[in-house]
């Protein structure tokens, strides 16, 4: 997550977040997280999300939808084009995830936190490659 939505979380307060996702090939919406082990998610997720503080926590049953997501493959060895014009031109994988719009310390219970990820880039540094590059986001 951001170190803002971290500070946030910290002081308590209520964290929204009511984005579509699925211009990213992913049927989420809002808040988005994984149950895999940060070490492999990062692998997928650099370059998709804030890498700014890599948080743990409980979550209450019910409070997460389940949806799908779709992420490079970092395993694969496949060689691809420095900016593949399509999804085919790039091994990819189906992740499981689990979104909320809005959640704070009433809900969850933080179990760990980490800066371990934060020199990898993330969705701020992708976005200003992306505009320097000239990229329009079609809408």
Known sequence: MSAEEWRRLQAGQLLVNE???RGFRSESRGFCFTTDDPKE???YLSGNVDTDVCVTMEVPEGM???TKAIYRDHKSDKEINLLP???DEVPHIT???YCCTRYSLAKVKVIA???EFSMVPGIKETAAMMRALGYKRNR
């Open 85 to 87: 014009t399509s999804l």
């Open 41 to 43: 998610a990062i692998h």
């Open 19 to 21: 984005s579509k996702h």
């Open 95 to 97: 992740k499981t995830e």
């Open 113 to 115: 936190s980490t800066t």
């Open 64 to 66: 997460l939808r389940k």
